[in-house]
């Protein structure tokens, strides 16, 4: 599927729960999306997560082996996508709320040269210091940080860093965790295996792909020793 990779959340999203359209979903938080992709993912495939990277430090490789429960925000610790947020620093009063999948959406449609820039002035209502109005883009950097450090802190699940220690040269660091990535990686990897064991099965038998796909998956496997594949 040729999909931008934030398509690709709102189309599994939309899917798994269908009460909610696309476009529903692209108005979440981009924290409650990722949260509810990690629900999917524990659900199809389980709760452990394993993953691999390499030690800033000495190169070592270094496995991971962690549980969704690790690292899901509970839902009550979430907040409403049209939550209004306020921040002062510097004499500078700003109201934001925070980045959704249709804000991402749009800014890559648009082409928007500077991406941050472009995000931030979708996201702030309003900037004022005193009783001037402030384009959002003409804020100082340290304003800006801190509208950004505080969307991060009011939207915990958006932004999930797994502490890692390399095992060699004690090495600590975080990375960054992409859910999306991580599932949709996962599923073509299921799709493909899934591919192979129609085309098994259809050649030895000449069943239908219907007629394959609407055994169980035990039943399928047994088929599947009997061949040898």
Not at 81 to 93: D, K, R
Not at 112 to 141: F, K, W, Y
Not at 201 to 218: Q, T
Not at 219 to 229: E, I, K
Request: glycine share 4%; proline share 6%; net charge negative.
């Amino acid at each position: 599927m040729s999909q931008p990779p934030i398509m690709r959340a709102l189309i599994l999203l939309s899917a798994a729960w269908p009460e909610q359209s696309l476009q529903e979903w692209a108005r979440a938080t981009m924290g409650e999306r990722d949260r509810r992709l990690l629900c999917l993912r524990e659900e199809i495939f389980g709760g452990k997560l394993e993953a691999a990277t390499a030690c800033p430090k000495c190169g070592e490789r270094v496995e991971l082996t962690f549980n969704t429960q690790d690292i899901l925000v509970p839902a009550r610790s979430l907040p409403e996508p049209a939550e209004a947020l306020q921040v002062e620093v510097a004499g500078y009063q700003v109201t934001h709320r925070l980045p959704t999948s249709a804000d991402l959406l749009e800014i890559a449609q648009t082409g928007a040269a500077n991406g941050r820039h472009a995000l931030l002035n979708r996201c702030v209502e309003t900037a004022r210091m005193g009783s001037e109005v402030i384009d959002p883009q003409m804020l100082p950097h340290d304003v800006v940080n801190s509208v950004v450090e505080q969307m991060a802190s009011a939207d915990p699940q958006a932004e999930v860093q797994i502490a890692i220690t390399c095992p060699v040269c004690t090495n600590q660091w975080s990375a960054p965790f992409d859910i999306l990535a991580y599932l949709w990686s996962e599923i073509e990897d299921l799709a493909q295996r899934m591919l192979l064991e129609i085309h098994a099965l259809a050649s030895a038998y000449g069943w239908s792909e219907h007629d394959i796909l609407a055994m169980s998956p035990r039943r399928r496997r047994l088929y599947l020793d009997m061949v040898g594949a």
